[in-house]
């Protein structure tokens, strides 16, 4: 498809979609909306304000992905694109600033910022791909009238007094919106479209849910870091200090080491990248990024008191922040793999969570050796996964292991014939 002359589009026939200094620049904003969900979830107890903080975190994640996916259509380097994008950047921050007070004073603020994102963004990528003839200049016009409908809901909440209310009628909103790519933007006597017309390029999705990989591990990086930067250098506080450090190693190498690679092979090489864009980076990455969140609350809380005994706050940060994440890690490579396989080393590791977290709500240990226990499961899926078949032993050992070896690299090769026959390509 050629597009016509003057349009905000980036060139499909062009060279291979980069991520911008631009994109880079507008993540930062980001980091600080992660920032205050972590202390919001650190300053808020209990099941209402977890509720809450899902339904701001669903938000932000929705409003970032949506503009990885607009970024992939326009070209940065057109002066009316930069503006759109500096203007999202600066709502998202607004919305970032009110996210404390989302369900109190600032609901409001809220609300419309994330309006003012959703709809201007995409009102700006529907006339763009328009006047550029874009195949799915129809779908972006769908997502516009999605998000005009979804808005009286949050405008209704915003107004609600209660916060339970207010709950209800941005969850109902978010459940639109979620719907929208899963059904394809169905509407009334107009029905659905295909993620075969999302022409997108694979490479950039998924070096662009990396690197939101990376700034939520970053924000948990920094929290430790100034954190551990206001206390003595005792042993118990040194000891939680590289406890919170070691995990996010692991966090990052479980996610980097296997399946960002295998991701981006996959949905580079696909014949429909914008079904894997939809399914394995917009939905399974939403766990992925929930987990880590949670991962770095339970950081600060063990930081914070070393020397006390396990509570069922720090239970919930450690074995749920980090549960969530290797489910949305696993869902991630199964949905990678051509065999379609739940790798081994993470369903060993939810189970390991969660005979960790009986043993933290009904012994208390020390915090301090509740946290390392975490590490431990950790390190345990990192080596088990790098040793497995699904980890690229053969790759790395096969070679020494002469008959067994030699039959693990014919499986190999019946796995990258798979993978092509499923995918339609090979990596190259």
């Known amino acids: 498809m050629a597009l016509l002359p003057g ?17 880079l620049f507008f993540d930062l904003v980001y980091v600080f909306a992660i920032t205050q969900i972590s202390h919001f979830l650190l300053a808020h107890h209990g099941i209402a304000a977890l509720a809450e903080a899902l339904v701001i975190f669903a938000a932000i994640w929705w409003a970032w992905v949506y ?3 607009a970024a992939n259509w326009l070209d940065p380097d057109r002066v009316q694109v930069r503006i759109v994008l500096l203007l999202t950047m600066l709502a998202s921050l607004i919305m970032a600033v009110a996210t404390p007070k989302a369900f109190g004073d600032h609901g409001l603020i809220f609300a419309c910022a994330y309006l003012a994102i959703q709809i201007g963004r995409s009102a700006f990528v529907a006339v763009a791909m328009t006047r550029g003839g874009h195949e799915a200049a129809g779908t ?5 009238i999605y998000f005009l409908i979804s808005g009286c809901l949050w ?33 009334p006597f107009a029905g659905r479209v295909m993620p075969s017309d999302w022409r997108i390029s694979g490479g950039h999705m998924a070096e662009r849910c990396a690197l939101f990989v990376i700034i939520a591990l970053g924000e948990g990086i920094v929290v430790t870091g100034a954190t551990f930067a206001g206390q003595e ?54 766990p992925i990024a929930m987990g880590m969140i949670g991962s ?117 090769v019946r796995a990258e014939a798979e993978r092509e026959r499923r995918f339609g390509g090979k990596p190259d």
């Not at 349009?7 to 994109?23: F, I, K, Q």
């Not at 972006?140 to 516009?144: D, E, K």
């Not at 107004?159 to 169905?186: D, K």
């Open 155 to 187: 405008i209704a909440g915003a107004l609600a007094p209660q916060q339970e209310v207010r709950l209800l009628w941005w969850a109902a909103a978010l459940l639109i919106e979620y719907s929208g790519p899963s059904t394809g933007y169905r509407l």
């Open 296 to 412: 770095a609350v339970a950081d600060e809380m063990l930081l914070a008191h070393p020397d006390g005994h396990t509570e069922p706050a720090l239970v919930l940060a450690v074995c749920g922040g980090t549960g969530i994440y290797l489910l949305g890690v696993g869902l991630f490579k199964r949905f990678a793999n051509p065999f379609r396989t739940f790798p081994m080393s993470h369903r060993f590791g939810l189970g390991m969570f969660i005979l960790l977290a009986l043993w933290g709500m009904f012994a208390h240990p020390p915090a301090l050796a509740f946290g390392w226990a975490s590490v431990l499961i950790l390190a345990l899926v990192s080596v088990w996964e790098w040793l497995s078949f699904h980890g690229g032993l053969v790759e790395r050992l096969g070679p020494r292991f002469g008959p067994f070896g030699r039959y693990l690299q014919r499986r190999a």
């Open 67 to 69: 503009t990885t996916w």
């Open 233 to 286: 250098f005792a042993l118990a506080n040194s000891a939680a200090f590289l406890a919170a450090f070691t995990g996010s190693v692991l966090m990052w190498w479980i996610y980097f080491d296997v399946g960002a690679q295998r991701g981006a092979e996959l949905i580079e090489h696909h014949p429909e990248p914008g079904r894997i864009a939809r399914s394995a980076f917009t939905y399974l990455h939403m």
């Open 7 to 23: 349009s905000l589009l980036r060139d499909p026939a062009g060279h291979e979609v980069r991520v911008s200094y631009l994109e």
């Open 140 to 144: 972006m016009q769908r997502i516009v």
